[in-house]
């Protein structure tokens, strides 16, 4: 369900809480009873839209953080020591050998530089 849904399952849901406010305070009416019954029904969906927005947002914030660190990794590039004509441009990245485990990479950084092709190994420690 989506937000939409949800926000028009609310507006309905007020509604119903407003006309059931100009019901008579007969609690055995038929129309008061099928009017909770909507009421409560409203709500789900309302619940189940919030719930599904909330897990939408927490996706679209990983996802965020993600492309951070690519953009952040792409813009690190650097003169190459070698011959201070080329950048380092991030060329591979694996899981660290042995602190893959903790989210550490082993990235190889390649000289964009033709003819000179330079490399360097570096290990990529996240937030970093
Ligand atoms: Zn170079």
Do not use: W
Request: net charge negative; hydrophobic share 35%.
């Amino acid at each position: 369900m989506d937000l939409i849904t949800g926000l028009s399952a609310a507006q309905q849901a007020i509604g119903i809480v407003k006309s059931l406010r100009d019901i008579e305070r007969d609690l055995d009416s038929a129309t008061y009873k099928a009017q909770m019954a909507e009421l409560y029904s409203g709500l789900a969906d309302v619940k189940m839209a919030l719930t599904d927005a909330q897990t939408q947002l927490h996706e679209k914030d990983q996802a965020i953080r993600l492309l951070e660190e690519t953009i952040k990794a792409l813009k690190t590039g650097e003169a190459c020591p070698m011959c201070q004509e080329g950048q380092m441009k991030l060329f591979s990245a694996k899981p660290h050998p042995e602190f893959g485990v903790f989210g550490h990479e082993e990235r190889k950084f390649k000289c964009t530089n033709s003819e000179c092709d330079h490399t360097a190994v570096r290990k990529y420690v996240p937030g970093e």
